[in-house]
Protein backbone atom coordinates (compact mmCIF):
# COMPACT_ATOMS: atom_id res chain seq x y z
CA UNK A 1 0.00 0.00 0.00
CA UNK A 2 1.04 3.38 -1.03
CA UNK A 3 2.03 6.14 1.58
CA UNK A 4 1.51 9.52 0.67
CA UNK A 5 4.32 11.62 2.49
CA UNK A 6 3.63 16.03 2.69
CA UNK A 7 6.42 17.49 1.43
CA UNK A 8 5.08 21.22 1.96
CA UNK A 9 5.03 23.45 -0.74
CA UNK A 10 7.50 21.71 -3.30
CA UNK A 11 6.20 21.55 -6.45
CA UNK A 12 6.86 18.19 -8.68
CA UNK A 13 10.22 19.88 -10.12
CA UNK A 14 11.87 21.09 -7.17
CA UNK A 15 13.59 17.80 -6.20
CA UNK A 16 14.95 17.61 -9.44
CA UNK A 17 16.20 21.39 -9.90
CA UNK A 18 17.64 20.64 -6.11
CA UNK A 19 19.75 17.82 -7.76
CA UNK A 20 20.88 19.70 -10.40
CA UNK A 21 22.07 22.80 -8.39
CA UNK A 22 23.88 20.06 -5.98
CA UNK A 23 25.70 18.36 -9.25
CA UNK A 24 26.37 22.15 -10.07
CA UNK A 25 27.83 23.00 -6.41
CA UNK A 26 29.94 19.30 -7.24
CA UNK A 27 31.44 20.71 -10.53
CA UNK A 28 32.29 24.25 -9.49
CA UNK A 29 33.82 22.68 -6.04
CA UNK A 30 36.18 20.02 -7.59
CA UNK A 31 34.81 17.40 -5.21
CA UNK A 32 32.27 14.68 -5.04
CA UNK A 33 28.83 14.97 -3.82
CA UNK A 34 28.15 13.49 -0.53
CA UNK A 35 24.67 13.15 -1.33
CA UNK A 36 24.44 12.47 -5.44
CA UNK A 37 27.10 9.14 -5.94
CA UNK A 38 27.52 6.94 -8.38
CA UNK A 39 25.99 4.58 -6.69
CA UNK A 40 22.58 6.33 -5.78
CA UNK A 41 22.50 6.90 -9.81
CA UNK A 42 23.15 3.01 -10.36
CA UNK A 43 20.05 2.27 -8.26
CA UNK A 44 17.98 4.47 -10.33
CA UNK A 45 19.06 3.28 -13.68
CA UNK A 46 17.79 0.03 -11.76
CA UNK A 47 14.71 1.11 -10.95
CA UNK A 48 14.07 2.95 -14.58
CA UNK A 49 14.52 -0.40 -16.23
CA UNK A 50 12.37 -2.14 -13.64
CA UNK A 51 9.46 0.32 -13.95
CA UNK A 52 9.92 -0.79 -17.85
CA UNK A 53 10.18 -4.29 -17.25
CA UNK A 54 6.46 -4.00 -15.37
CA UNK A 55 5.12 -2.07 -18.45
CA UNK A 56 6.15 -4.20 -20.95
CA UNK A 57 4.80 -6.89 -18.66
CA UNK A 58 1.16 -5.41 -18.61
CA UNK A 59 1.79 -3.45 -15.23
CA UNK A 60 2.75 -6.33 -13.18
CA UNK A 61 4.83 -5.79 -10.16
CA UNK A 62 8.31 -7.10 -10.45
CA UNK A 63 11.20 -7.89 -8.27
CA UNK A 64 14.22 -5.14 -7.53
Request: hydrophobic content about 40%; glycine content about 12%.
Amino acid sequence: QAVTVDLGESGPIDAFQHEIEEVVRSLEGGQASPILGGDLACDAVVLCHKQTESVVRGGVPVRV
